[in-house]
């Protein structure tokens, strides 16, 4: 059944009668209504302002674009909202929509006014992209996190309420961007913040575009339920006035039909129809205070019979937002059931309205105990930062901050991720994909370069950029906040080192058979070795190996269980040969280490005595890690040494007046006389320059691409020193490789 599309719903929050013609003066009297003179030279001063600014822009509707901050700042005054939060509302689209810089708003009106329109403005900026639910529960943090004062957020709401108002004038796809947006960001800010009937106009106008269908079709039934049920409300009505006349209770009583999504919600959720539903229709009673409240529901539960169950006492278990009220269903005579809230007139005030209701106590005279109370409420919403005298500037002085311990940042896609405050770039790319991780190379962060080491904020957008050749390191456990990355850094670690561990494991067990005459694959394939494994519960070979490379067991206490007494009784006489070891840390490439054995072997010059060559060595195999070596004297060695199957015989491959190439890459300054000056100082320094070429990579940046001989490590630091400190050079590297 098609139904024809009703009118747009109208905003209960908002007073009518001023959709169209708005002037300033009816701004300054809703302020005056609330009880708040205000500063009118300032008003109009910056109402001029803002219509200077907009002098030449129209709304899709056609109307001069004043029109808009004009009812918005009108919306505040009505909402009950300070003459700043209206001044906001009056200019809080000049950033967005004009040339008028931040500069000039403070020059005009002062710091705190350029900073909450600033901050209107700046909400605006984050594109909110659906993923799901708990997305955009995650983009309301980013938008809550990312404000300083509340006063922000009212003018956004405000700011949304009317776009949301006259969405009609927009493009179907617009409408339903911004209808989407305003259901699951805004109309939820709006329910944090208590403000009951501003949620709820801007989720019947989403519901009204995003739904069209549904919207009319339950339009319709509640319509039609309504009429049916008129002459039994009022009869409703009537007795209940009596029964309170009777028992001296003085309350005012009135009705409410539920809010249509809220009603479609709760039709979905539950799998019923309009019929079937209880509480689309309540009467409130409010009454002057709180024990009246209970005497009231005393009176309603004599006069009609209770449905069981359907007793609720907010008042003693206040809700989050801290609504409070009684509810309880009765059955009318004709057995049709109907609502009753109980409340005072304070906790109506808050039901309905919220955050704007404490504004206005904020404002007036209260004494001390209650005001804690509804500090309490504040509280849970807004971050108490500092003590303030002035009542009048409470509001003033709450500063945002609800989620203190968390950022909210940006993928390139417009995903929003959640991180601990300290969290770093690391963290990003893991939460991502563990491999984005592994191979992390650099961020850029709102489209600029930044170290690894940097932490990242709420509303930064930031993007990994990866590099194959790169892995984690120990280092970037101590860099990352979260778990995950720290989980997924140290299994990485872990698989490699048992990985290396295992190589070095299998060569020293080769090694040690070898010794005996037995070749390895005779040893480690056969049949005993099956039974030594069993015989010590190792599961597997690779697990033997892993566990010599590890230093569990060495190889002294595999050999003898495993070999038969006659190939122990054999040893090997002939001496070994050196082979080269091979490993990308050494400082001359590959060739300038021999490790005594068989087969390469990671081999490093260890960090704590660095020798050069010609000097005397010792090789000790490391657990996990290769062969280290370190020169005789130093004294570490000595403290390694307590196994001294780890000990391995490494020589210098070449000794004496060798000496090595290698390619220096530096970047100069692109001018005359360079050349000559780099030159000198290689052969000052006593390198044979066996290589020389020079280019310009930019206009003013040159080049120098040199291939020079060294002695040792030692020369070639002295000289790329040299090099480094001549004017005009910026850098100087040494190429691996090739
Ligand atoms: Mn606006």
Not at 285 to 300: E, P, Q, S
Not at 687 to 692: L, P, T, V, Y
Request: hydrophobic residues 35%.
């Amino acid at each position: 059944m098609a139904t024809a599309r009703p009118r747009p719903p109208v905003a209960l929050s908002v007073p009518t009668g001023a959709e169209s013609g708005l002037e300033l003066q009816a701004v300054i009297s809703q302020l005056e209504k609330a009880g708040r003179a205000g500063d009118r030279e300032l008003i109009e001063s910056v109402y001029e302002f803002s219509a200077d600014k907009h002098s030449d822009q129209r709304r899709r509707s056609g109307e001069p674009y004043l029109t808009h901050p004009l009812y918005v700042a009108w919306t505040l005054a009505a909402w009950g909202f300070d003459q700043t939060c209206v001044l906001v509302g009056l200019l809080h689209d000049v950033l967005e929509d004009t040339l008028t810089t931040r500069e000039v708003l403070e020059k005009e009106f002062g710091r705190e006014l350029a900073s909450l329109v600033d901050g209107v403005t700046k909400i605006g900026q984050h594109a909110y992209v659906r993923r799901d639910e708990a997305q955009a529960e995650t983009f309301r943090k980013l938008i809550l996190a990312s404000v300083r004062d509340v006063r922000v957020i009212l003018v956004k709401l405000a700011d949304r309420l009317h776009n949301m108002m006259t969405l009609e004038h927009m493009r179907p796809e617009a409408q339903r961007r911004i209808a989407r947006e305003t259901l699951e960001i805004y109309a939820p800010i709006a329910h944090r913040l208590g403000m009951a009937q501003v949620q709820a106009d801007l989720e019947d106008l989403s519901f009204y575009y995003l739904r069209p269908g549904p919207y009319a079709e339950l339009h319709a039934k509640v319509q039609e339920k309504l009429k049916g049920a008129k002459s039994g409300i009022q009869k409703v009505r009537e007795r209940l006035k009596v029964e309170l006349a009777e028992n001296g209770l003085e309350a005012a009583i009135s009705f409410r039909v539920k809010r249509l999504y809220s009603i479609y919600q709760k039709l979905r959720r539950q799998g019923v129809d309009v019929a079937q539903l209880y509480d689309y229709l309540a009467f409130r009673v409010v009454t002057k205070d709180l024990r009246d409240c209970y005497a009231v529901l005393g009176v309603i539960h004599q006069a009609w019979q209770p449905v069981p169950g359907r007793f609720k006492d907010y008042i003693a278990m206040p809700k989050g937002n801290l609504y409070q009220s009684l509810h309880t269903t009765l059955l009318a005579p004709g057995g049709q059931p109907f609502e009753v809230q109980i409340r005072t007139h304070e906790m109506d005030s808050i039901a309905e309205r919220g955050i704007a209701a404490h504004w206005r106590y904020k404002e007036g005279d209260q004494d001390q105990a209650e005001e804690s109370g509804k500090i309490a409420w504040l509280r849970q919403v807004l971050d108490w930062q500092k003590e303030v005298d002035d009542p009048r500037t409470f509001l003033t002085a709450l500063k945002l901050d609800l989620y203190p311990d968390e950022v909210y940042t940006l993928t390139p896609k417009g995903d929003v991720l959640a991180f601990p405050r300290g969290a770093m770039p690391l963290d990003f790319a893991y939460r991502i994909h563990t491999e984005l991780g592994h191979h992390c190379s650099g961020a850029r962060v709102n489209g600029k370069l930044v170290p690894l080491r940097t932490e990242i904020q709420t509303g930064d957008r930031i993007e990994i950029m990866t590099n194959p050749n790169r892995y984690p390191s120990g280092d970037w456990l101590g860099l990352v906040k979260t778990s995950r990355a720290k989980s997924k850094i140290r299994h990485w670690l872990n698989t490699e080192q048992k990985k290396r561990a295992g190589e070095i494991g299998r060569r020293l067990l080769e090694r040690a058979v070898r010794k005996h005459k037995v070749s390895p694959k005779k040893a480690f394939e056969g049949e005993r070795m099956a039974t030594y494994l069993e015989k010590e519960g190792i599961a597997n070979l690779e697990d033997l190996f892993s566990r010599v490379g590890f230093g569990r067991v060495s190889p002294t206490q595999v050999v003898p269980r495993l070999l038969s007494g006659e190939e122990l009784s054999t040893t090997e006489e002939k001496p070994s040969r050196l082979m080269t070891a091979v490993s990308k840390m050494l400082p001359f490439g590959s060739a300038s280490i021999a490790v005594r054995g068989d087969g390469d072997m990671l081999a490093y010059l260890a960090k704590c005595c660095k020798p050069l060559p010609g000097e005397e060595i010792i090789g000790y195999i490391t657990r996990g890690k290769g062969v280290s070596v370190h020169s005789a004297e130093c004294p570490n060695v000595r403290n390694l040494m307590y196994d001294p199957g780890r000990e391995i015989e490494v020589s210098w491959a070449r000794t004496g007046d060798e000496v090595y190439s290698i390619q220096l890459e530096i970047e100069t300054e692109d001018e005359p006389g360079m050349l000559a000056r780099l030159t000198e100082t290689m052969t000052k320094l006593g390198s044979n320059i066996k290589q020389i070429n020079a280019s310009t990579l930019q206009p003013g940046r040159g080049l120098i691409d040199v291939v020079v001989e060294v002695r040792n490590r030692k020369h070639f630091e002295r000289l790329s020193l040299a090099i480094q400190d001549l004017p005009g050079v910026f850098e100087v590297s040494r190429r691996m490789g090739s």
